[in-house]
């Protein structure tokens, strides 16, 4: 499935939402680090967030692999979100490995639900957008104080150009100019002139204060930048039709609503028991539910006769004919009872529709006598070939030998006469 990534915040203001991921792929996970080294304080990396359709939270993707999820629960606390999953966008947002015990620990971090997603679009021309990174929190001198009283507390998204001495940013919103950041270093005012001379306008993400008449900007430190820096993707926020913000915003204070009351309802569920310690860090018992109702014996012979799988002899009890008896029934002292006795019996078709009698007892067995074999119809044995006769094979024999000397006998006298 293709993946249309839109970037969010991670931290916005000052805040940011942590949440660690359910079921963390670990072999995934090291195998994404390979000769990158996990710092103390964290590796921070970019994720993308995929909906979960079978447990209703998120996906975690991190360049080719999953690698956890998260739950349901948190997903409602982001309407927006929401909003533009729906809309066909990949939220991409940044997380934190942290190794412990041999083990990578990943938070997922996410800003405010009402400052995630820009009050304003950015220019129609290429532009690109400098990462929040850590979030460094850079002023902005204001020229008019309520020049952004239109966007109190939102996000904005500002346009960085060099002023006249280059070395210093000025500051520019919905193409007017708006101020100056005086406090920033000079690496983030080298970079926003290497993005002109790629022929790219340079935004940062700013937001404004609650009271509409501050401004800072947010954006990485000097240390932060890398190569990947350098080449940013061309206006990678583009303009999103959310359909359904309002029904998702509604559906989530719902949420945060049930969440709430159930916190409030204590520690016990509906059927008395414990799903969490007390404050005091006690476990409540669970008593038997007061509703059990103990069934009748009308019920449970109904529920036999349910469940039981009726004999032959059973099937005896119900006929329609109650003067019938079943072939089947038990047998009575006397000798057995052989067919179906009742009113107006119609006799079988053939021998064959006859039920087989039941075998007698042994004690009725001495009195009959046993019945005569069956008279065996003689079967006439297959026809023979009557040997031949040897005689006049053995004369010829005989007659050969006899020849057989005579010559033998002539033979030996013509011998002895020479």
Not at 57 to 62: D, L, N, S, Y
Not at 209 to 228: A, N
Not at 249 to 274: F, I, T, Y
Not at 336 to 347: C, D, I, M, Y
Request: charged letters at 20%.
């Amino acid at each position: 499935m293709p993946i249309s990534p839109y970037p969010v915040p991670a931290r916005a203001a000052g805040t940011t939402h942590a949440a660690q991921l359910d079921d963390a792929h670990q072999a995934i996970l090291f195998s994404h680090l390979q000769k990158n080294v996990v710092p103390q304080q964290g590796l921070t990396i970019p994720v993308t967030l995929l909906a979960d359709f079978r447990s209703g939270g998120f996906k975690v993707k991190w360049d080719y692999g999953i690698i956890g999820s998260l739950p349901a629960d948190f997903r409602a606390r982001f309407p927006h979100l929401n909003a533009l999953l729906a809309a066909g966008r990949n939220p991409e947002t940044q997380a934190e490995l942290h190794l412990v015990d041999g083990t990578l620990h990943t938070l997922v971090l996410l800003a405010d639900d009402e400052l995630l997603l820009p009050a304003n679009e950015g220019p129609a021309e290429p532009w690109g957008l400098l990462r929040e990174g850590r979030g460094q929190p850079y002023p902005v001198e204001l020229s008019d104080p309520s020049a952004c009283s239109a966007y109190a507390g939102r996000q904005v998204l500002c346009v960085l150009d060099l002023g006249d001495t280059r070395t210093e940013l000025r500051v520019s919103l919905d193409g007017r100019a708006i101020g100056t950041a005086t406090s920033a270093p000079e690496e983030l005012v080298q970079l926003v002139y290497h993005y002109q001379a790629l022929g790219l306008i340079a935004v940062a993400r700013g937001y404004v204060e609650g009271s509409g008449d501050g401004l800072h900007l947010e954006v990485l430190d000097p240390e932060e930048i890398t190569e990947d820096d350098l080449e940013p993707p061309l206006s990678p926020i583009e303009h999103v039709e959310l359909v359904g913000l309002e029904e998702e915003k509604a559906r989530s204070a719902r949420a945060r609503s049930d969440a709430a009351d159930s916190d409030s309802a204590g520690h016990l569920d509906d059927e008395g028991g414990a799903t969490h310690p007390d404050e005091e860090g006690n476990w409540s018992l669970r008593m038997p539910s007061n509703k059990f109702a103990a069934p009748t014996p009308e019920q449970i012979r109904a529920h036999r006769e349910k469940i039981r799988v009726h004999s032959p002899a059973s099937l005896a009890e119900g006929p329609d004919d109650p003067g019938a008896t079943s072939v089947f029934a038990a047998l009575p002292d006397e000798d057995p009872v052989v067919g179906v006795a009742g009113p107006e019996l119609a006799e079988p078709a053939s021998a064959k529709d006859l039920p087989t009698p039941p075998l007698p007892r042994a004690e009725h067995a001495e009195k009959r006598p046993a019945p005569a074999p069956a008279p065996q119809a003689s079967v006439p044995a297959p026809a023979q070939d009557e040997p031949r006769s040897s005689t006049p094979d053995s004369r010829a024999w005989i007659w050969a030998l006899l020849a057989l000397i005579a010559v033998l006998i002539i033979s030996a006298l013509i011998v002895f006469t020479m």
